[in-house]
């Protein structure tokens, strides 16, 4: 398992760069984040955000630069000095302690919520049937859920879809977040829960990296706030610098349309 | 979320707006669909009737062949013949159908060679091909190729017509569901591929906990095709003089030429086989269909087929 040294950053990525043949969508990421951080990355669509996310656990390959997680980079070996790919299966083992929540929920339609959310823990962490529905329960507690434990994600909207993607993504006790647009699927009255619960997880010390377009929830629950555009980080601070006094035009531009919008406020 | 039921509004309130209350409608009679039933089991009535006072059936010789040992030696010849068959074919294609979807050209390379030659040949020519597999080959060996024999067989001890059955019927079914659960693999949204991966769950993992549980839905219907298909096609083996039913049949009627009769005999447990098989398909199908409902209660089955309603359709 990865640990991270005390004080040295979770997640350090240095120059990632990544075409999809001769379209270049990361043009070199630099980007630091510290265990227990919020980071929410903002950017136009197709600014390479949602890729940049895909690289930290290596659902896509980048083409050159490094992304560590604590210790490790995943994908990867260092041994002898240089660094070696690694088998899909000791890449899945390295992957097991990032949770990830998806744009489209991708819940298991032929599994139960209760079934969704013990997969990984009983099959992959070895956890006790008992103990993995017992955390189960409890996670679904927190997302205002339990009384659908027995449901099929079918039977579920939009967003207890996604509170439960959540919670699934919780039961591994992750050490690492990623949110992938978790709410730009949703209708919009279904946005509101999703963006409560992630703001009591970002309350609660875990590291989360979060791709999304929620200017409201960038604002109040981001430690630090990431701009990206055209495959680069144009902009990073506080949230409140950002959103609240953007330097560069186009993040100027971009939250400009967001401006008029009411945000989703907490409850 | 939703409201309650709302208590309907008095009628009148709906006549005062110049409005009419659909759940007063009534339906129109069909007397078209009526006139259509009555027909069509009158037409039934007779034609059972036609066929069960038919004295050319001689339904007493169907009677008393029908549980004769020698037919229900080949009805289970026919039906292990199936069993077997089937289960090797499934089992060899499911590997098949991985190793074609597979990132390595080596696996998708020899797969899609397997599939083009078993299933671009007869399966008449396939089964005389491993009956008659000492010509071509006398003795058989396990070695390393221009090296060493580590062990030899003659072909003829190890090829009998039940090896050879086997190896015809399952070799060439193998072929088929390998393209059949393909089809069934490619049907999975690609996001639980991903989602899979993404928790770090393993190849093999991912296919037998996430994707096959979803491809079923559309890998069981073609497999029950292939099933009842594969009953009849045992049928094949009476070439290289396997006692099947038929073959068993053929042998009863050689001798004492009650042809149709003794054809009826076969037919009935080929439909009595198939019955079952339909029955066992439609219980795999609810079980792979669950999750697939919608939230309706108190609906079971509400998912309803996009043509149910065709006969309906004016």
């Known amino acids: ?267 | 979320m939703t409201a309650g039921a709302v208590p309907a509004p008095p009628l009148d309130e709906f006549a005062e707006a110049g409005l009419r209350d659909v759940a007063t409608a009534r339906r129109p009679v069909a007397y078209g669909r009526g006139l259509l039933w009555v027909a069509t089991l009158a037409v039934t009535l007779y034609l059972g009737w036609a066929v069960a006072h038919n004295k050319n059936f001689e339904w007493g010789v169907v009677a008393q062949w029908f549980t004769a040992p020698s037919i229900l030696r080949g009805l289970s010849v026919t039906l292990g013949l199936t069993l077997v068959s089937m289960l090797i074919g499934v089992a060899l294609g499911l590997l098949l159908a991985v190793a074609r979807l597979s990132d390595n050209r080596l696996p998708r390379t020899l797969s899609g060679l397997y599939i083009w030659i078993f299933r671009g040949t007869p399966l008449l020519v396939q089964l005389i091909f491993w009956y008659n597999l000492s010509l071509l080959f006398p003795a058989l060996s396990i070695g390393i190729p221009f090296g060493p024999t580590l062990a030899t067989w003659k072909t003829n001890d190890l090829i009998t017509p039940l090896t050879a059955a086997f190896a015809g019927l399952a070799l060439n079914e193998a072929a088929y569901m390998a393209e059949i659960i393909r089809g069934g693999l490619l049907s999975v949204d690609r996001g639980q591929y991903e989602t899979a991966e993404a928790f770090g769950m393993t190849r093999a993992r991912a296919l037998r906990r996430i994707i096959i549980p979803q491809a079923m839905r559309s890998i069981v219907p073609p497999t029950g095709n292939q099933l009842i298909s594969m009953i009849k096609a045992t049928s094949l083996v009476s070439v290289i003089a396997m006692g099947d039913l038929l073959y068993s049949v053929q042998a009863v009627y050689n001798r004492t030429f009650e042809v149709v009769p003794l054809l009826m005999v076969s037919v009935l447990w080929y439909l009595l086989i198939t019955s079952i098989l339909n029955a066992g398909q439609s219980a795999i199908e609810r079980y792979y269909g669950r999750g697939q409902r919608s939230a309706r209660p108190g609906k079971a089955g509400a998912v309803r087929s996009p043509v149910a309603n065709v006969g309906e359709a004016r």
Do not use: W
């Open chain 1, 1 to 267: 398992m990865t640990t991270s040294l005390a004080g040295a950053p979770l997640v350090r990525a240095r120059g990632v760069h990544k075409s999809y043949g001769a379209n270049e969508v990361l043009k070199g990421i630099d980007l630091d984040v510290q265990a227990g951080e919020v980071v929410v990355i903002l950017g136009p669509s197709g600014s390479g955000k949602s890729t940049f996310l895909r690289c930290i656990n290596h659902l896509e390959e980048m083409d050159r630069g490094s992304i560590r997680l604590g210790d490790e980079q995943i994908g990867y070996e260092l041994r002898g000095g240089r660094l070696r790919k690694l088998s899909a299966r000791a890449t899945a083992r390295q992957r097991s302690r990032i949770g990830m929540v998806f744009q489209q929920f991708n819940l298991y339609p032929h599994m139960t919520v209760l079934e969704n959310i013990v997969e990984a823990p009983i099959g992959i962490h070895g956890q006790s049937p008992g103990e993995a529905r017992c955390h189960a329960l409890e996670l679904l507690t927190k997302v205002g859920l339990a009384e659908k434990a027995a449901a099929f994600p079918r039977q579920l909207s939009g967003g207890q879809q996604q509170r439960v993607a959540i919670a699934r993504a919780l039961a591994i006790r992750p050490q690492l977040m990623l949110f992938d647009e978790p709410t730009s699927a949703l209708d919009p009255e279904l946005v509101g829960e999703v963006l409560t619960t992630m703001r009591d997880l970002a309350g609660q010390g875990l590291t989360m990296i979060v791709v999304t377009h929620e200017i409201g929830f960038a604002r109040d629950a981001a430690d630090r706030v990431v701009f990206m555009d055209d495959g680069r980080i144009i902009e990073q601070g506080k949230p409140e610098d950002v959103i609240g006094n953007p330097r560069q035009p186009r993040t100027r531009l971009f939250l400009s349309r967001f401006i008029q919008t009411p945000d989703v406020q907490p409850r």
